[in-house]
């Protein structure tokens, strides 16, 4: 059969290729330390849980929802009042099936085929895919070593930026766990004011921030709301990944577009995890800091054990992720992964698939109590690949 042109924008998906090796090897009798894809291993609140357990308990509730409540938007708008101290309305909320999702539609609701969009490389992948899926030409901006994995606006021609539609940011930012200043927020609004760019900014991990330092909101700088749209997910802080509950929220006339888009596909989230939503963002701040004191905690157990066994490792300011630069191997990344899950029972994801400037690194996810984060550093010793002395494998 033959099928549509536009799959042939897609490359293999990368998790694909990693889990038919370790099916493989299973089968053999190994066993691996999965450090590959970001699913919390933490427990989901019992007060979300029951939430979404006695909503579902009513017939009403499995019907088309057709809409975001009132009750949830309002719990939205509430939650960025105490959380950020950002003012938002309702008009400014649209829902979605988790941020990957969404950031997937939303190249449709502002592309034609052919218009320039700005993508962080490395970065999250279905930021490639939302832009392919809308036919728009890719342009890479850098995160790069040099800047702290920050964004490089020197780096992207005024030409380059005066025909981009939109631009994409995530801080902190999978995969290089890097976060955003005040002062580098306040530059890309000015950038993106100057050349008519909408900001789309990724906030999945607000609440995983460490030593000291608190995450916020984009919207909460001056002129944020008027350039550009969030994507605020519930998903880690909250332990949701499951259930794919997620917000666009920001302009208006953005969201409203991006409503339209999927009212075409779709008839609204279902209530029960509507309710769940409203729990969460209920949930007192104490249990979502010490989450993040645990998920420090594993940081550390990975960043400082690799450094001691001769891999230098750089603890990350923020999200659930460590983005780690291969020793000089003249491996690929992915062809070090497939060594690093062999020979050391590790899997991790290589960094070529988060673009091109992905290459040369490896991003490990933090989805293991900091023992077994520490059992894994032991293997990758024992295995020989690390050479301590040269630092090469």
């Known amino acids: 059969m033959n099928f549509s042109d536009c799959l042939n924008r897609f490359d293999d998906e990368v998790f694909a290729a990693l889990n ?39 017939p009403e509730n499995w019907k088309y929802a057709l809409r975001d409540t009132p009750e949830m938007l309002n ?10 101290h950002v003012t938002i309305t309702p008009d400014m909320i649209a829902s979605c099936y988790g941020s990957q999702e969404g950031i997937g539609h939303l190249g449709m609701v502002l592309c034609n085929p052919g218009d320039t969009v700005l993508l962080p490389s490395p970065c999250y992948p ?12 890719i342009v890479y901006y850098p995160l790069s070593e040099h800047t ?51 900001l789309v900014h990724d906030n999945a991990y607000s609440d995983i921030i460490y030593d ?23 998903s880690k802080s909250f332990n949701l990944t499951g259930a794919r509950i997620s917000f ?45 004191l645990r998920y420090q905690e594993r940081r550390d157990a990975l960043c400082d054990g690799l450094t001691a066994i001769g891999w230098p490792v750089p603890r990350n300011a923020g999200s659930m ?40 690194y490896v991003r490990f996810a933090l989805v293991l109590p900091p023992a077994q984060i520490r059992q894994a550093v032991s293997q990758i010793q024992e295995s020989g690949l690390l050479d301590k002395t040269t630092g090469t494998f």
């Open 20 to 58: 038919t090796r370790r099916l493989q090897l299973e089968a053999q009798g190994r066993t691996f330390l999965n450090l590959s894809i970001g699913t919390p291993d933490f427990e989901t609140p019992v007060h979300i849980r029951q939430a979404l357990a006695e909503a579902a308990m009513d």
């Open 75 to 84: 719990a939205v708008c509430e939650y960025y009042q105490s959380r950020f």
């Open 126 to 137: 279905v930021f490639i895919a939302g832009a392919k899926m809308a036919g728009a030409e």
């Open 148 to 198: 702290g994995f920050l964004p490089d606006l020197d780096a992207i021609p005024a030409h380059v930026a005066d025909r981009a539609r939109y631009m994409i940011v995530s801080l902190p930012s999978n995969p290089t766990g890097s976060v955003g200043t005040p002062e580098i927020y306040n530059r890309l609004i000015a950038f993106a004011r100057e050349h008519h760019i909408l």
């Open 212 to 234: 000291g330092l608190e995450g916020g909101s984009f919207l909460g700088y001056e002129h944020a709301a008027s350039t550009g749209v969030e994507f605020f997910s519930l």
């Open 248 to 292: 666009l929220i920001g302009r208006p006339d953005v969201v409203a577009a991006f409503r339209k888009l999927r009212s075409q596909i779709d008839f609204g989230m279902f209530l029960p995890l509507q309710k769940a939503a409203i729990a969460a963002l209920k949930t007192d701040r104490s249990v979502i800091k010490a989450q993040c």
């Open 321 to 360: 992720f460590v983005w780690a630069k291969i020793p000089v191997t003249g491996m690929s990344s992915m062809d070090f992964c497939l060594a690093l899950m062999d020979r050391a029972g590790v899997i991790c994801t290589p960094g070529s698939s988060f673009g091109p400037e992905g290459e040369g």
